[in-house]
């Protein structure tokens, strides 16, 4: 069993930042690819972004790209989400999950992801 928790979410004006956290439990972390997604109110959960287990490899939303930035600390079992020049279409609850071997085939599929955190929110006043 993993255990996800999420943080860093609140309220900025359009332009400003913010830095998600997200930490795991579990001595495997470094096998584990995590994904940020988020669900705006009457929308379907989207992907945002993902990792590999050694962060080498990162992949983004093209709503995202250029904003935002995944990253991970495997020696603090913790992945984060940097936001940058936010927007109020980023207004959303933003969740981290992980995909535990054997890995899914796309980040982009919900179903792939074993485990999810709770969520945090983040809301983009214009």
């Known amino acids: 069993q993993v255990q996800l928790v999420e943080s860093g979410g609140g309220l900025v004006q359009a332009g400003g930042s913010l830095r998600l956290s997200c930490a795991a439990s579990?001595?495997?972390?470094?096998?584990?690819?995590m994904g940020w997604f988020r669900q705006a109110p009457g929308k379907e959960r989207e992907f945002v972004a993902g990792?590999?287990?050694?962060?080498?490899?990162?992949y983004y939303a093209d709503s995202v790209k250029g904003r935002f930035t995944i990253s991970r600390n495997n020696a603090k079992n913790t992945v984060y989400l940097q936001m940058n020049s936010l927007k109020p279409e980023d207004t959303a609850v933003y969740y981290c999950?992980?995909?535990?071997?054997?890995?899914?085939?796309?980040?982009?599929?919900?179903?792939?992801?074993?485990?999810w955190g709770q969520g945090t929110q983040v809301t983009v006043s214009s």
């Open positions: 999950a992980a995909d535990l071997p054997p890995y899914g085939s796309s980040w982009y599929r919900i179903s792939v992801y074993d485990y």
């Open positions: 579990g001595r495997t972390f470094s096998r584990y690819a």
């Open positions: 990792i590999i287990g050694t962060g080498i490899s990162t």
